[in-house]
Structures are given as structure tokens and as C-alpha cells.
């Protein structure tokens, strides 16, 4: 069975400080990995999107990594602010138009 | 790109009315789903709606609950029917977009159903 687990679920951090989101996935075959942004009340917008050869993205200050041996990906947001306060969500395709969505890591970023 | 259109935003329901919500695309696609996402979880897909033809419900959702147009290439709505406060969700249009291994998928900002 197609799954994407995210880890941590919820995170606390002080802005202007880094962090990083994991993504653990078992979808096969692989076709792309897509991070989203989704605010609170809004739908998901999307940050980045890898597929199986590339292994770094970067968009701004979210960089997101892609390990296709290990079915690992993760997300660097770098010197956080108040805005990047979100759920971020991590979606593997197969192939399709119907991914596998992870339930998302809550970011809160305070001042 | 594309840009999608919700209406309503949020509404709050009686239990056992319906509610039909919009979806607006600025431009012509072919693939358009619908979404579900409940508290805390993650996006749950109900249905691929397709132009012309009935839409394709995932396992779990059935037509005469979730009832699909699709007239054009450009709109869809979704009704939720026979309302029950399990239904409280956000309901979220979704366009497919790209080519093959770099398919895109935008989304609309989300309809809040509050039943109760």
C-alpha cells in the first residue's frame, strides 16, 4: 500500500531560527515528490516538486531534498518568519494525477 | 498554472440538507478532482470529475452522497448530500496540470462545511 509518513506532526520554533521536515514514503512506482504550503483556512500552494534525478530543490529559503534510494525526502525552511507559520504537506505520485499525501507537519513559528 | 475559484468559503448546514459547492477554473483543464481533508488529516480524494462523462468516486464515496457536474472544461460542483456533522470538513477543488513525471496540481482555497 501506497503511504507517505511525515515526522515531526507538530513543531515549535522561534522565528529566525532553521528547521527541517521529514518525509518517509513507500510509493512505487516513483514519479515525482511535491512539498506544499498550506495556510490555515487556504488550500495547499506548492513549494517544490522533484523528480527521481534530482535530489536538491530550492524555492527561496525551502529547500527540499530528495533521496530516491532510501524514500526519504526532507524540507530546510532557513531563518524562519512569523508567515511560514503552516502545515506542510508531502505528496508522492506514481505516475498520475492521484497521489499519496502525507498528513503534514504543523509549523508555528513565534517571535 | 491555473487559478481556482471556490464558493461557498465556509458555510454552516442543518443536518439533512445539502450543500453544492462551485468550482471555477480560469482556464481549460482537463483533469479536475475533489478532495476531502477532516481535521488533522491529510487530503482524501472523492473523486476525479471528468467532462462529459461521470465522475470515477474513490473507495468510501458514492454518488448519491457526493453528487458531480461537470458540464465544461472550465467548472465542477460537488454537492454533499443528506448532511450529518460527519460531514463537517473542508472540501477542496483540484486541477491537474503539466506533463508526464512533472504534473502539477493546484487547488482551490477550500470549502469549510460545518454541519450540525
Known amino acids: 500500500k501506497n503511504q507517505v509518513e511525515q515526522s515531526p506532526q507538530s513543531l515549535i520554533i522561534l522565528e529566525g531560527k532553521n528547521c527541517t521536515l521529514q518525509c518517509n514514503y513507500t510509493v512505487s512506482p516513483f514519479s515525482n515528490l511535491r512539498w506544499y504550503k498550506q495556510d490555515t483556512g487556504r488550500g495547499p500552494v506548492s513549494l517544490t516538486i522533484m523528480t527521481f534525478s534530482e535530489n536538491t530543490k530550492s524555492n527561496g529559503r525551502y529547500t527540499a531534498t530528495l533521496d530516491a534510494d532510501t524514500k526519504q525526502s526532507s524540507l530546510h525552511i532557513t531563518a524562519s518568519q512569523l508567515s511560514d507559520s503552516a502545515s506542510y504537506i508531502c505528496?508522492?505520485?506514481?505516475?498520475?494525477?492521484?497521489?499519496?499525501f502525507g498528513r503534514g507537519t504543523s509549523l508555528i513559528v513565534h517571535p | 498554472s491555473a487559478v481556482i475559484s471556490q464558493k461557498p468559503s465556509r458555510d454552516i448546514c442543518q443536518r439533512g440538507t445539502s450543500l453544492t459547492i462551485q468550482c471555477q477554473v480560469d482556464s481549460q483543464v482537463t483533469m479536475m478532482f475533489w478532495y476531502r481533508q477532516q481535521p488533522g488529516q491529510s487530503l482524501t480524494l472523492i473523486a476525479t470529475?471528468?467532462?462529459?462523462?461521470?465522475?470515477?468516486?474513490e473507495s468510501g464515496f458514492v454518488i448519491d452522497k457526493f453528487p458531480i457536474s461537470r458540464p465544461n472544461l472550465t467548472f465542477s460542483t460537488l454537492t454533499v448530500s443528506n448532511l450529518s456533522p460527519e460531514d463537517s470538513s473542508i472540501y477542496l477543488c483540484?486541477?491537474?496540470?503539466?506533463?508526464?513525471?512533472?504534473?502539477?496540481?493546484?487547488f482551490g482555497e477550500g470549502s469549510r462545511l460545518t454541519v450540525l
Open positions: 505528496v508522492v505520485s506514481a505516475g498520475s494525477y492521484i497521489p499519496t
Open positions: 483540484s486541477v491537474g496540470t503539466g506533463s508526464s513525471n512533472r504534473e502539477e496540481l493546484f
Open positions: 470529475a471528468n467532462q462529459g462523462s461521470e465522475a470515477t468516486y
